[in-house]
């Protein structure tokens, strides 16, 4: 299935990524709005949290009682159909990668990586392909 | 509010224990953009003429500009502003990592503090809200320490600190500000003014957006500068700003034993190649795709356990200027500089002072604590670092910076001392760049390379890296004042733009021009930010007018006026300053003494 993968070991911690994902996804500059997130604890090596788009079943997609994260069925991508979505905060709890899926900062509701429908913005700009997609 | 921008400045009395959220002045984005040039406006406008910058009249200003946080590649600054306990000039020193991006988001485009705190404390800011809370169990600390606990204090491991040490907790004239990641505002003793206001830290964090005003407009802008950084890439990722050091010595400038010769025998040993050995990844600020940074990790010898990023100016500082050959020391003494919060550059410039006097027998080891403090010496190196880290004993004495050292030593001291307004020198002997030499002199903030940075690659860089319709021949003064200020006026619009110079000197105005527009919506063309730059270098002169200062201190020391370069590639050179000093003058507008005419002040509509 599409998804991106991480490769942390050649991650700079720059960070790009993630405005580049809150630009392409809310139009504004905001890492806390991110659907990939880059943690540094200088001098340690960044870690990267980004959605893996889980095989089945997936934690997040089990544990919705609106059925809002379901998978594309041509792509494999989880996706949340965000009207549905009641901010129940089950799949952030259910998720094994922490970070990857969220509560968005002001919309409270959960968001996460959707591969940007498969020509994932952040990748573009991650000139170290510490991010990668991967497609179908 | 214009895009780019939060539209707030937090004012701080420490006094009053008082904070205040102002809306940011339009007049203020159109005339002076941000960064540096909100500083200095603010700076000029706020303080009284002869105030002591250790004082509680000092303000300190924190200024980020439109692009810092944004996908602008490079946009990681912000600026410290402030009157230097160093210098008694104009002061920014900017500084990368992630500070400046986070005081966005934190939700302030700048902070500006004054006053003194009764007793130690910090100034915390979180998604807007600001508050001055306790530091008292803080102060002390060293830098990466003070950072963990007030971590831990807020319970947020991705709070981001800007703090000082020891060093500027003591007062120390050439103390720094560190910040998260380890990047410091260095130069002119900015940490010094935290601790003169018992401010031991700043913590930014938050949710807020950066919002740009018309964002298909910017990405396509930000396409087009990725291809104009292109060269940037040739060296940044691989080598870093180490790569300099090689190219120095073979130009016969890479300033060794302070100063006295530009040829460094050992300079393989401290090269880029040699730091490659222990480096384990590069290493970027937020949000750059430059990554420059080394993360260099020392794991066995007397100095195992180190681990810092070393450049370029600290490796000539503490490296060839002390006659030091061993990169591992380097790495410590870079390591010890960053945890007590001292400048690596004023810090090894001014051992190398005081090893030139222990070589001339000005000083003895009655003087030095019991250390042989002989150029190569690492041991000694290291142990002096330490001392002006915690300003005990001799140490004491250096922690003042070179100038105020050398008057306190006397004999005769004063003449070797290697700065301009008191700043010791960038890494080139301005014998053999004579641009560098102009730039030294005439800088702002005293004898510094990044305000005439451009020169470093015009000079230095002829045939490597730089575009050829660059180069100039470093020997040659023709045409060199026209030069100097050209690259002053725009390192001044960089420093307020929120972009890096290493960045942004491979741009151009008109592509920066683009990306400020789609930005902030507001219409910038080149000859408009030429004006911007010119306008922000032509205040921050008459700060330093009205402190006193006039061309008697637009100076070199005497070493690269009269004492030709004793070997190597440049030798025979003297640095012919005050033929270019007149040029200079008459093409920026100024009189005979240095000072902007009235006809200047009126064109550029500073007062």
């Known amino acids: 299935m599409a998804k991106i993968l991480a490769n942390p070991e050649n991650c700079t911690g720059c960070g790009i990524c993630m ?28 870690k990267i949290v980004v959605c893996g788009q889980c095989e089945e079943p997936a934690p997040c997609e089990e544990v919705c009682p609106t059925r809002a994260i379901f998978r594309d069925e041509k792509t494999g991508i989880l996706t949340i159909k965000t009207e549905s979505c009641i901010g129940c905060e089950n799949c952030v709890g259910a998720c094994t990668v922490p970070g990857a899926i969220f509560m968005h900062p002001e919309k409270r509701i959960a968001v996460k990586c959707d591969v940007c429908g498969g020509n ?11 991010l990668e997609f991967r497609g179908v | 509010m214009a895009g780019g921008y939060i539209g707030k400045i937090l004012r701080v009395d420490l006094t009053k224990y008082e904070v205040l959220s102002k809306p940011v002045d339009s007049g203020l984005i159109e005339t002076y953009l941000g960064g540096k040039g909100f500083g200095a406006r603010i700076l000029f406008d706020d303080v009284r003429k002869d105030i002591d910058p250790l004082g509680t009249e000092n303000e300190i200003i924190f200024s980020t500009g439109p692009l810092t946080g944004t996908l602008a590649p490079g946009s990681s600054k912000f600026e410290v502003v ?23 988001f934190a939700g302030y485009d700048a902070i500006v503090i004054k006053g003194r705190a009764c007793r130690p404390v910090f100034l915390s800011i979180n998604s807007g809200k600001a508050e001055i809370r306790d530091a008292e169990g803080i102060w002390g600390r060293k830098t990466s320490d003070t950072e963990r606990i007030i971590r831990e204090d807020l319970n947020d491991e991705e709070a981001k600190i800007a703090c000082i040490g020891p060093a500027g907790e003591k007062l120390t004239r050439i103390s720094c500000i560190w910040t998260s990641r380890s990047r410091t505002a260095a130069r002119g003793g900015a940490g010094a003014v935290m601790g003169s206001k018992n401010l031991k830290a700043i913590s930014v964090r938050g949710n807020g957006d950066i919002k740009i005003a018309q964002p298909t407009k910017f990405l396509e802008a930000i396409d087009k500068v990725y291809e104009e950084i292109e060269p940037l890439f040739m060296w940044a990722p ?5 790569a300099t050091v090689s190219i120095a010595n073979l130009a016969g400038i890479l300033p060794t034993r302070n100063f006295q010769t530009g040829v ?4 393989d040993s401290i090269s880029h190649e040699a730091l490659m050995k222990n480096s384990t990844r590069s290493v970027a600020c937020f949000p750059c795709p430059g990554r420059c940074g080394k993360l260099t990790s020392i794991t066995t010898g007397p100095y195992a356990g180190t681990i810092v990023e070393v450049e370029y100016e600290t490796i000539y500082a503490l490296g060839s200027n002390c006659g030091v050959s061993s990169m591992e020391a380097i790495a410590k003494a870079n390591s010890l500089c960053d945890e007590y919060g001292i400048d690596t550059m004023s810090t090894g410039c001014t051992i190398a002072f005081a090893m030139e006097c222990y070589q001339r027998g000005i000083i003895g080891k009655q003087d030095t604590n019991g250390i042989e403090l002989e150029f190569g010496d690492h041991n000694a190196l290291v142990q002096m670092v330490e001392k002006i880290g915690k300003r005990d004993g001799f140490g004491g004495v250096l922690a003042e910076g070179s100038v105020r050292a050398s008057q306190i030593i006397g004999k005769g001291a004063e003449n070797y001392v ?3 307004k008191k700043l010791e020198l960038g890494g080139y002997d301005p014998r053999g760049m004579q641009g560098v030499g102009l730039g030294f002199a005439t800088s702002d903030r005293g004898g510094c390379h990044q305000r005439s940075a451009g020169l470093v690659g015009a000079e230095l ?15 040659e003064i023709d045409g060199r004042a026209k030069l100097v200020k050209d690259m002053q006026d725009w390192s001044a619009l960089l420093d307020s733009t929120g972009l890096c110079w290493f960045v942004g000197s491979y741009m151009k105005w008109v592509t920066v021009a683009e990306i400020l ?26 700060f330093n007018v009205r402190e006193g200062f006039t061309s008697k201190e637009d100076s070199l020391p005497e070493r690269f006026l009269k004492e030709p370069m004793p070997e190597g590639p440049s030798k025979g050179y003297v640095c012919r300053l005050n033929e270019m000093l007149s040029d200079y003058y008459a093409i920026r507008g100024w009189d005979e003494k240095g000072i902007p005419t009235a006809k200047t002040i009126k064109r550029l509509d500073i007062m």
């Open chain 1, 19 to 46: 405005l580049a994902c809150s630009v392409k996804k809310e139009n504004v500059h905001n890492p806390r709005k991110a659907r990939v997130v880059i943690k540094v604890d200088w001098p340690n090596r960044p």
């Open chain 1, 120 to 130: 994932p913005f952040c990748v573009k700009y991650c000139l170290t392909k510490s």
């Open chain 2, 82 to 104: 402030t009157k230097s306990p160093l210098t008694g000039t104009f002061l920014n020193s900017d500084c990368g990592g992630c500070f400046g991006g986070e005081l966005k």
């Open chain 2, 238 to 242: 691989s080598i870093g700003t180490a």
């Open chain 2, 264 to 267: 460094f025998e050992e300079a």
């Open chain 2, 418 to 420: 290697m700065h301009s």
């Open chain 2, 461 to 475: 860089l002829a045939g490597k890296k730089v575009p050829a319709d660059r180069y100039v021949d470093r020997f």
């Open chain 2, 517 to 542: 527009s789609a930005a902030t919506g507001i219409s910038f063309n080149e000859h408009r930010l030429r004006l911007i730059g010119e306008r922000i270098w032509n205040l921050t002169r008459m």
